[in-house]
Each structure stands twice: as C-alpha cells, then as structure tokens.
C-alpha cells in the first residue's frame, strides 16, 4: 500500500522511541522498508530485542536498540551520544508514552507523574538531545512527534496524556519557528482510533469502557485507522521533499475529532464498580507488561 519508492528513506538514521511495540514499531517497519536504518529503545530489553527482529523481517532493512529509561534526561543524552557514534541521526520520532483510563480525582501523584514524564519529558529529552546536536554540526533534521486529537479537544478521563500531548504540541510549533533557520523541521501526527494491544487494554478495559473514542462506528469513515496508512504520513514528514511542512500536527483520524465522540467524556456513565473493574483491568495489562523487563 506504499506510494513510495522503496529507496526513498536510503541514507537516513531515524530513532523511534517506544518503537518497540505498538504504533512504534509498526512507524520503524515503514522507515526500514523504505531504506532508512531505524533505531528503537525503550525499558525492556527482551521485547526490544524482538521487535528489531520483527522489523527487520517485516522490511527488509536494518534496525538496532538502545535500552533507556526516557524520563531521565542523562540517559536519554548518553543514548543519543552512543547512536551518533554511528553517525548523525537524521531523524526522531517521539512516541513513547503512556496513558489509562481513571476519574481525575482517583489519579495518584505518582501516576500522574509516569504519564507526564514518559509523554512530555522524554520527548523533550529527546527532542532537545538530538537538536543540539544537529544545530553544532550544522546538519538538518527532522522531528515527528505522535500526538493525539485531545490537543485540540481535551479530553475527559485522560486528563494527564491529554495534557502532556498538548505540551508537547507547544513544543512543536514553538520550536518549529525556533529551529527553522537552523534547518531543524518539527512535525506531529494526531491519530484516531489504531488499536494495538497494549494501548487498548488500558484504554478499553472492559466492556463498559467502550465508548466512542475506542469504537469504529463512531469515526466517520467507520473503520479503525489501517497501520499503513500511519506509516505512509510518517514517510511524507521524513522526506527531504517535504521539508516545507513545518510546525504542523496532522489529524489522522478518520475525520472522528469532528464528532461528539472523540475523547472519553462518555465514560460518566460508568459505575464505582465498573471503575472498580477498570483499575483491576488495567493492573493485569500493567503487569503483564513488566513481565517482560
């Protein structure tokens, strides 16, 4: 389903954070498959490990890891140096993040905290350790980060991410005018409804959770997004004959941010208990995750 020429990413470095599950390692199969060596890191080694297995299978093309904690800004640094020993990264996509469902008032300050951190913080870590590099050098780049419809919305139930999105939002389009001379180009993609599994069973937990933010019915083109269709708006941002788009946050959602059923503000009409199965939903999802560290 690509438009593209399978060269087309030939010569770029591009490192995904959190790339390896969900939206991005399927965003690292697209760059590999198109000719760019993808690197990915994130806490777990073993599902790093297989993830760059899996993309380099699914592509064709060459993918490596770095295992980092990307809320600490010395780690994240100390990463970006070790990459670049192999020369410049041309490219960064900030995608690792975190998000559950919870009322507002239930959220602990160290939840909060995770969230914040993981969404706002790394990608400016990361954001920040691969700019200054590229202004020192003299070297263009190119920043994508993956956002959410909520920045133009809010949303209920997902206070923290809808928060952390929409900083890190400001940050595009203010360092998009600040980098610009230097070269250094700041893009965002804003995706609807793509289900991978470890997104939804924190998003989705049980069924009474299933609200218009989570239901292909809801989107105006009745489907879910497809993961090509991810890949291909990522590619376009990547392209040096793209390089006039800067400081834009493309929706790719079906059209469902023009509905009333976007966010998870229909989630009022859950009860204590369904709360309650939620937040036992999500520990299980959580758990099997750590599992794997």
């Not at 498959?33 to 064709?60: N, P, Y």
């Not at 993981?118 to 700019?131: L, P, R």
């Not at 001379?181 to 989705?204: D, M």
């Not at 993961?227 to 040096?240: A, K, V």
Request: charged content about 20%.
């Amino acid at each position: 389903m690509s438009p593209f020429r399978s060269d087309v990413l030939k010569g770029k470095r591009i490192l995904v954070t959190g790339g390896g599950t969900g939206l991005g390692k399927e965003m690292s199969v697209g760059f590999a498959a198109h000719g760019a060596h993808v690197a990915i890191c994130g806490r777990r080694e073993q599902v790093l490990e297989e993830a760059c297995r899996d993309i380099e299978t699914r592509s064709g093309g060459t993918a490596e890891y770095r295992i980092v904690n990307i809320r600490d800004a010395e780690a994240v640094d100390a990463m970006i140096a070790d990459l670049w020993t192999g020369g410049p990264l041309t490219g960064l996509v900030n995608n690792a993040g975190a998000n559950f469902i919870a009322p507002t008032e239930s959220i602990s300050h160290r939840a909060y905290d995770a969230v914040r951190s993981t969404v706002m913080d790394g990608s400016f870590y990361a954001t920040h350790s691969c700019g200054k590099r590229w202004i020192a050098g003299g070297i263009k780049g190119s920043v994508v980060s993956n956002l959410v419809t909520w920045v133009w919305s809010g949303s209920a139930y997902v206070v923290p991410c809808a928060m952390a999105k929409t900083a890190v939002h400001a940050m595009t389009m203010s360092l998009a005018a600040e980098w610009g001379p230097k070269g250094i180009r700041l893009n965002a993609v804003a995706p609807g409804p793509f289900p991978t599994e470890n997104a939804w069973e924190k998003l989705n937990p049980i069924p009474g959770s299933s609200v218009g933010a989570t239901q292909s019915e809801t989107v105006p083109l009745r489907r879910f997004g497809q993961m090509d269709e991810l890949r291909n708006i990522l590619i376009f941002l990547m392209l040096d004959e793209c390089s006039y788009v800067n400081g834009a946050t493309i929706p790719i959602d079906g059209g469902h941010r023009l509905t009333a059923h976007s966010t998870f503000a229909e989630l009022s009409n859950m009860s204590d208990q369904d709360w309650v199965n939620a937040r036992e939903a999500i520990k299980a999802s959580q758990q099997k995750e750590k599992q794997g560290r």
